[in-house]
Nanobody, 121 residues
């Protein structure tokens, strides 16, 4: 499975962005999907996860109520809608796919290359 993340950019505080993670390869197998982020000089942190069938979602407390993870099955693409963005959301965002619904990054098998989100005025 190959994952291609896109949609990052520069946005003002309070603004919105939608990140995309397009999957190709063995997409007939449904995976749990996740978004992590890594700010400069910090460790990678969990942002949001979606179970393979959409029955479960999980969000970090820092983004709950502002970010939404979703999937378009026809396009094999997972999205992260980010609203009310804050400067502390600035980071490189990575999407991942794996067999287990978890917040543990090491348990995700496939990763995209990352897309940079900068929140600044």
């Amino acid at each position: 499975v190959q994952l291609q993340a896109s949609g990052g950019g520069l946005v003002q505080p309070g603004g919105s962005l939608r990140l995309s993670c397009a999957a190709s390869g063995a997409t007939s197998v449904s995976y749990n999907m996740v978004w992590f982020r890594q700010a400069l000089g910090k460790e990678r942190e969990f942002v949001a996860a979606r179970s393979w069938n959409g029955g479960m979602t999980d969000y970090a407390d820092s983004v709950k109520g502002r970010f939404t993870i979703s999937k378009d099955n026809a396009k094999n693409t997972v999205y992260l809608q980010m609203n009310s963005l804050k400067p502390e959301d600035t980071a490189v965002y990575f999407c991942g796919a794996g067999p287990i619904f978890t917040r543990v990054s090491a348990l995700y098998r496939y990763w995209g290359q990352g897309t940079l989100v900068t929140v600044s005025s």
